[in-house]
């Protein structure tokens, strides 16, 4: 009986002992997988910068391509709107000459042809939020836009209405 | 001399196939431009940087990029609808691979990309960045799209509300 029970026990024992042995390919893909997922989730999401800027809202296409000119002001706010609600990313350009391409405006996710982006094109905003650089690109996931000043570039007598004059 | 023929035309074909697929996008003439095909994987930008990714990149509501395999990541800006952007156009491949073609534009301010035309994985046929035309033409009916920055009712409300210049009531005359 003693040695039944001891061979029943050194089964039990042996599977337990090969069992994980066996799975331990299956384990690790699945624990792999996890990880993996994870680490991609994290490497992906980058530790962002809080900064403050201050600048105008423009519109990103026509100011980095310079095929508008100086896209900048109530000069170009009328293309910058049409921009803005084509779906173009809307950028800030800050008084210290960097272009931050806006991602994310306080609560609001939504960060193509936002309206509340929208109505605030050419407008002079200061803005607290999160900095990220990748590839070049500065990102900008506003938390509180602190001061707007509305619309004060006043550049329309000089360059005219761009890009068609009315 | 046949095969010599057969190759010179097989190589014919694919230096021409090389030639009109490195040339295809349009070139603009802005500086840093690039005409550029590129693989890589469209993704929400926000989710890519952040970490917050809502179901299908945001369904139209999230800038899209282009995620390279060596992990430098792209914004598309534009599409191939004047004064439009791209995310109409890449939103169909969230998550997914595509090979497109278009403008790699590397300014000192920030890199972005023109996409043009996106190659389809099944056919290998190209097909232009039309999207948003299209999509606009189904809400605005009756309206052209060569004017639809014109037409739109969203810009008519705000030229309406706060003028051409962004200031209410402020006129800008030409002489």
């Keep these: ?166 | 001399m046949k095969i010599l023929f057969k190759s010179f035309i097989t190589a014919s074909f694919f230096v021409i196939g090389l030639t009109a697929s490195s040339f295809a996008a349009n070139e603009w003439g802005i500086d840093g431009e690039e005409a550029k095909e590129l693989d890589g994987t469209v993704v929400d930008l926000a989710c890519e940087l952040s970490g917050n990714c809502p179901d299908n990149c945001g369904a139209g509501k999230r800038q899209l990029g282009l995620l390279l395999k060596d992990g430098t990541l792209y914004p598309v800006v534009k599409g191939g609808t004047n004064f439009a952007g791209g995310t109409e156009e890449l939103i169909g491949q969230c998550g997914k691979s595509v090979h497109v073609d278009g403008l790699l534009i590397t300014d000192p301010l920030m890199t972005i990309y023109f996409v043009q035309r996106i190659r389809s994985e099944e056919t290998g046929e190209w097909s232009k960045t039309k999207q948003w035309g299209k999509n606009w033409k189904a809400a605005n009916p009756g309206k052209k799209l060569g004017r639809w920055f014109r037409e739109d009712p969203r810009v008519a409300k705000i030229v309406d509300e706060g003028g051409k210049l962004g200031i209410p009531g402020l006129v800008y005359e030409e002489e």
């Design chain 1, 1 to 166: 009986m003693n040695r039944y029970l001891s061979d029943i026990f050194l089964s039990v024992v042996n599977s337990l002992m090969i069992k994980p042995t066996r799975l331990l390919p299956g384990y690790f893909i699945v624990i792999a997988s996890i990880l993996s997922a994870n680490g991609a989730a994290v490497s992906a999401a980058t530790s962002p910068e809080r900064v403050q800027v201050t600048g105008e809202i423009i519109d990103t296409w026509c100011y980095v391509t310079e095929i508008m000119g100086d896209a900048q002001g109530t000069a170009h706010h009328l293309c910058a709107v049409w921009c803005a609600i084509g779906g173009i990313p809307v950028s800030i350009l800050g008084e210290d000459g960097h272009v931050y391409m806006v991602l994310k405006v306080e609560s609001e996710d939504a960060n193509v042809a936002n309206p509340t982006v929208v109505n605030i094109q050419t407008h002079k905003v200061t803005v607290d939020g999160d900095l990220y650089e990748r590839d070049g690109v500065k990102y900008l996931f506003v938390n509180q836009v602190a001061d707007d000043q509305g619309v004060v570039n006043l550049n329309h007598e000089d360059y005219g209405i761009i890009p068609f004059g009315k």
